[in-house]
Nanobody, 127 residues
Framework: QEQLVESGGGLVQAGGSLRLSCAAS????????MGWFRQAPGKEREFVAA????????LYADSVKGRFTISRDNTKNSVSLQMNSLRPEDTAVYYC????????????????????WGQGTQVTVSS
């Protein structure tokens, strides 16, 4: 069964750090482009970060650039999001997503590109 499962969310004070992980199963992980999205209460889901299948290319939303780092381990079928210098406005449910193989293998911010989604993990940043 194709599945993405996020973990690592929680409550943290502003300025703190969290590391989110996403474990994939039932998928040929090494061929997938991966991404992280988030959705705050009352807001639309928004792009956070993405990584190519090889891990050689990454893409970030301007709001997290320099604070968040996406990485992947194809030997463990997992992708991570290291979040530093967290702000209250980072509070959201964070979702892991996977996009099927592409000839360009470019990381993408377009949610419609992604074929598989996890259930999400809550991140709350207190001020």
């Amino acid at each position: 069964q194709e599945q993405l499962v996020e973990s690592g969310g929680g409550l943290v004070q502003a300025g703190g750090s969290l590391r989110l992980s996403c474990a994939a199963s039932g998928l040929t992980f090494s061929t997938l482009r991966m991404g992280w999205f988030r959705q705050a209460p009352g807001k639309e889901r928004e792009f956070v970060a993405a990584i190519s299948s090889s891990g050689s290319s990454t893409l970030y939303a301007d709001s997290v650039k320099g604070r968040f780092t996406i990485s992947r381990d194809n030997t463990k079928n997992s992708v991570s999001l290291q979040m530093n210098s967290l702000r209250p406005e980072d509070t959201a449910v964070y979702y892991c997503a996977a996009a099927r193989a592409s000839l360009l293998d470019n990381p993408t911010s377009a949610a419609t590109t992604y074929d598989y989604w996890g259930q999400g993990t809550q991140v709350t940043v207190s001020s």
